[in-house]
């Protein structure tokens, strides 16, 4: 336990201070939310509509930017040896990676979300479920995130094959954390597509470190 | 303790690097590897850590009772510092050795005891990023000093390091031999006076 907490810690220590880390993914999360009305125009009825949308995809791309941090760097500087001969089982090596990847990138995220959402014209009652969707439906994405970076250490520069492997199982995600802040703003129901998004974040938070363990295995030489 | 090795080969990619290895160490000896570049002394190192699998051959870690040691067990006993330092710049040397204390489950406090033991108080708050060759090599050496395990394998120990660090690991290495340590350490030069040798070579 003080290993795994010890390698979290650790973990949280590199992303905040790397230059790709915890600042890179809240600044672009909090960009693209800033550009979109640019891009959209300024109607309220537009943004209001869009906005569940892109609050997700924005988190979608932005937690797909510390993945590379992930493992890769562990697998190239030899630390991942030592992991491996450390009494910890790889599956809560993956663990304490998916806690630190969503310390860094997914928890920021879902604390910035509510202070963007007036940019999108979002109706206040659907605040609450903004944040409280990307608090539940984050974690999976690093869970699904960190198993991909872990099939990505056997590819040298796998940054691009990353992305094409996460996003497809992202989807379930994007689907039913929009579709929760849309039903808080239609004046719905949006526990049940939050009850799916949580379905699903737990799924990954279980398959994803058994998947990332069986892929570190895999790649042993 | 012993580590016995018994007709060991090992493939890389498509090439078998060495075969039919057989060796013999038990507690106060050291086996020192040459050979040229690509000869498999990193790849021999790594399959006695556990860390590569073997094409053929046994491997066995026996302790004092004359019991095989399991695979965790045998982690458990054993220090790996390979050419790969595991230092990130975004650490400070203090930050690094307590997060490779916690990995060998060592107490706090012998962070302190490693920094004394290889002279590093000067470079205790610097970020990984700041160190030179011979001081990231210092830094992962120090790792020997987190936590007592008999058997250490150690891969090119004496690259970049300077003289007097020489002459410390050195001293560090027969005090360890001296205690009934283990080592087995692949060197281009020679290595604690390289009191038993083997030399692997390229395979046909």
Known sequence: MKTFRALVWRDILIGMRASGGAALAAAFFALIIVLAPLGLGPDAGTLRAAGPGLFWIAALLATLLGLERVLQPDAEDGTLDLLRLSPLPLELVALAKIAAHWLTSGFIISLLAPLLAPLLSLDTPAIPILAASLLLGTPGLSAIGTAAAALGTSVQRGGMVLAILVLPLNIPFLIFGASAVSAAQANEDPTQALIFLTAASLIALVVGPIAAAAALRLNED | ?204
């Open chain 2, 1 to 204: 303790m012993r580590l016995i090795a018994e007709g060991l080969a090992a493939v890389r990619g498509e090439r078998v690097v060495f075969q039919n290895i057989n060796f013999d160490v038990a507690s106060g000896q050291a086996l020192v590897l040459h050979g040229p570049n690509g000869s498999g002394k990193t790849t021999l190192l790594r399959v006695i850590a556990g860390l590569l699998g073997m094409l053929a051959g046994r491997m066995r870690v026996i302790d004092k009772d004359g019991a095989v040691l399991t695979d965790e067990a045998r982690d458990q006993s054993l220090h790996f510092v390979g050419h790969q330092d595991a230092i990130r710049p975004q650490l400070r040397v203090m930050e690094t050795l307590q997060f490779h204390a916690n990995l060998l489950g060592a107490p706090t406090k012998n962070v302190d005891a490693a920094i004394a033991t290889w002279g590093l108080e000067p470079l205790a708050e610097l970020s990984g990023g700041l160190l030179s060759a011979g001081q990231r090599r210092r830094v992962s050496l120090a790792r020997l000093s987190l936590q007592r395990r008999p058997l250490w394998l150690l891969d090119e120990p004496l690259v970049a390091l300077d003289t007097p660090t020489r002459a410390r690991l050195n001293d560090i290495c027969s005090k360890h031999l001296a205690q009934g340590g283990l080592i087995v350490a692949a060197s281009h030069e020679p290595f604690l006076g390289d009191r038993r040798t083997m030399t692997l070579g390229y395979q046909e």
